[in-house]
């Protein structure tokens, strides 16, 4: 099971806000610094070299993902392990 992967996908804006959270309060910095090294390096490095990563996955979960998403996943492990229902 542990050579099961699986991407998450998570919007720019929700990366944003997780950054500018912790940068703020771990390291000291301003929103306007943040926000600027994000725009100009982080976004960038974002869909150059992680977005790609999503198609070796065995499963990718979109925003917005729930229960029915989770039984697949479930159904797709057990398979691999043959585990029973």
């Given amino acids: 099971m542990f ?3 699986i991407f998450l996908e998570c919007p ?3 990366r944003l806000r997780r950054r500018l959270g912790r940068d703020r309060l771990e390291r000291g910095r301003t929103r306007n610094s943040i926000r ?4 100009a390096m982080v976004e960038p490095m974002h869909i150059r070299y992680v977005q790609p990563q999503a198609r070796w996955a065995d499963a990718v979960l979109s925003p917005g993902w729930g229960d029915s998403e989770l039984s697949r996943l479930a159904a797709q492990l057990r398979l691999r392990a043959k585990v029973p229902h």
């Avoid at 600027?36 to 725009?39: P, R, T």
């Fill in 12 to 14: 720019p804006a929700t």
């Fill in 3 to 5: 050579g099961f992967r």
């Fill in 36 to 39: 600027a090294q994000f725009l």
